[in-house]
């Protein structure tokens, strides 16, 4: 079990944490906090059990970090410590289902008295039971297509503590990855799996809701927004999504975003409602570790980093990786080939390739600009080598727009 502590005055955030420490109620974890933001950051990361919160905190206060902590995860136990006895603030602490309201200066008593009530409040059966609940909303919901009744559905929302009407809602699928790992695993386990953990940070910025493995090669996650989101956020988040599992996996998973919508109970995995996103990491990657040697996997890795820190130059060539990696421009060729099925000039110019679309985004660059900075001698040899892989000129491209 965790516990985050949320107070902006550094001796009594400390002297918080001794008192803690000292009841005995052996924490897996005493996460410290200086303010709202930061506090809400680490609960994201670490999802702490309990949370004692200062009301009066900059960057964002105690009430409002206990909102936001609520509508991701329902059983968190909060407990509130304040300066003020205003009866407003009493209030509002019930309001937002405190565990407890502690006035300072803070009893040791009174603080050991409300972090015992708070541990009883989310001891592990009931947070599992609720988590197992969830897993079979998801399923019903996205996997099943089951619908629900607008008051159904609040009904569930209470009682799972799903996001409010507030929430805007996008379903994220990431396809093509090899996730025999997971098969077996339980569903309530994937969240804070190595996978789990990448698909969260991935997403950054979209509050993570769920993830559900549909199938041994299919993840979906659902995501909640406050705020009106662009098409391109979407697009960069799935992109950077892409780019995180391939570094971590050397697969090149398949991203698609939903259309976004206003009430989660009306998601569904519709095939018809997705846009495929391009992952931000195009060179080849890597089939299944267990069958490439350490050796040929190093050297893949090590020609990767020299085409990723040096395509801006135009001159360079197989020779150069050779020399630099001390072998024989053949060797290197028959490996990468073997490990990845294409040569290292389609993996640079991939590469490249990738860079200009990125550029292509920005409206204010030049054809020429565009050309150099991505690693090409001249603008016409540019435009025949984007052709050939992308199916249409620069100039098409950057005239298409992302139409999800």
């Known amino acids: 079990m965790k516990i985050l502590?949320?107070?902006?005055?550094?001796?009594?955030?400390?002297?918080?944490?001794?008192?803690?420490?000292?009841?005995?109620?052996?924490?897996?974890?005493?996460?410290?906090?200086?303010?709202?933001?930061?506090?809400?950051?680490?609960?994201?990361k670490e999802r702490p059990e309990i949370v004692i919160t200062d009301i009066r905190m900059p960057g964002g206060d105690g009430m409002e970090l206990a909102e936001r902590i609520y509508r991701?995860?329902?059983?968190?136990?909060?407990?509130?410590?304040?300066?003020?006895?205003?009866?407003?603030?009493?209030?509002?602490a019930i309001h937002v289902s405190a565990v407890d309201y502690i006035l300072k200066p803070v009893s040791?008593?009174?603080?050991?008295?409300?972090?015992?009530?708070?541990?009883?409040?989310?001891?592990?059966?009931?947070?599992?039971n609720t988590a197992l609940l969830q897993e079979i909303f998801f399923r019903n919901l996205l996997i099943d297509g089951q619908s629900y009744s607008p008051k159904e559905y609040?009904?569930?929302?209470?009682?799972?503590?799903?996001?409010?009407?507030?929430?805007?809602?996008?379903?994220?699928?990431?396809?093509?990855?090899?996730?025999?790992?997971?098969?077996?695993?339980?569903?309530?386990?994937?969240?804070?799996?190595?996978?789990?953990?990448?698909?969260?940070?991935?997403?950054?910025?979209?509050?993570?809701?769920?993830?559900?493995?549909?199938?041994d090669r299919r993840i979906l996650t659902v995501c909640g927004?406050?705020?009106?989101?662009?098409?391109?956020?979407?697009?960069?988040?799935?992109?950077?999504?892409?780019?995180?599992?391939?570094?971590?996996?050397?697969?090149?998973?398949?991203?698609?975003?939903?259309?976004?919508?206003?009430?989660?109970?009306?998601?569904?995995?519709?095939?018809?409602?997705?846009?495929?996103?391009?992952?931000?990491?195009?060179i080849p990657t890597l089939s299944d570790k267990k069958i490439i040697a350490q050796k040929d996997r190093m050297i893949v890795e090590k020609i990767h980093q020299i085409i990723a820190a040096n395509y801006e130059d135009p001159g360079l060539k197989v020779n150069d990786m050779a020399n630099r990696l001390c072998y024989t421009s053949a060797y290197l060729c028959m490996i990468y080939k073997k490990v990845?099925?294409?040569?290292?000039?389609?993996?640079?110019?991939?590469?490249?390739?990738?860079?200009s679309r990125q550029l292509l985004a920005d409206d204010s660059l030049k054809m020429a600009e565009i050309a150099a900075r991505a690693g090409y001698s001249n603008e016409n040899y540019f435009s025949k080598v984007f052709k050939k892989y992308e199916g249409v000129s620069p100039k098409e491209y950057r005239g298409k727009r992302w139409n999800g």
């Not at 008192?19 to 930061?38: D, M």
């Not at 972090?115 to 009883?120: F, H, L, P, Q, W």
């Open 225 to 282: 927004m406050e705020t009106e989101l662009s098409e391109k956020e979407l697009e960069e988040a799935g992109a950077r999504l892409g780019m995180l599992i391939y570094e971590e996996y050397f697969e090149k998973a398949v991203i698609k975003v939903g259309r976004i919508k206003k009430e989660l109970f009306r998601l569904k995995d519709n095939p018809e409602e997705y846009v495929e996103i391009r992952p931000s990491y195009t």
């Open 108 to 128: 040791p008593l009174e603080l050991q008295l409300a972090v015992r009530k708070a541990m009883e409040k989310t001891n592990s059966f009931a947070r599992k």
């Open 340 to 355: 990845t099925g294409m040569t290292i000039n389609d993996a640079l110019n991939l590469y490249r390739i990738e860079k």
């Open 72 to 92: 991701m995860d329902g059983n968190a136990a909060i407990i509130f410590l304040t300066a003020y006895s205003e009866l407003d603030l009493m209030k509002e």
């Open 5 to 44: 502590i949320a107070e902006d005055e550094r001796n009594t955030r400390n002297a918080l944490a001794e008192c803690v420490r000292g009841f005995g109620f052996c924490f897996e974890q005493i996460l410290l906090a200086q303010n709202g933001r930061q506090a809400f950051a680490l609960f994201e």
């Open 154 to 215: 609040r009904q569930i929302q209470r009682e799972l503590g799903l996001p409010d009407e507030r929430f805007q809602f996008v379903l994220f699928v990431i396809e093509n990855l090899n996730l025999v790992e997971y098969r077996k695993a339980e569903a309530i386990s994937f969240d804070m799996s190595q996978a789990g953990k990448i698909i969260r940070k991935g997403l950054g910025n979209f509050p993570f809701l769920y993830s559900l493995i549909h199938s």
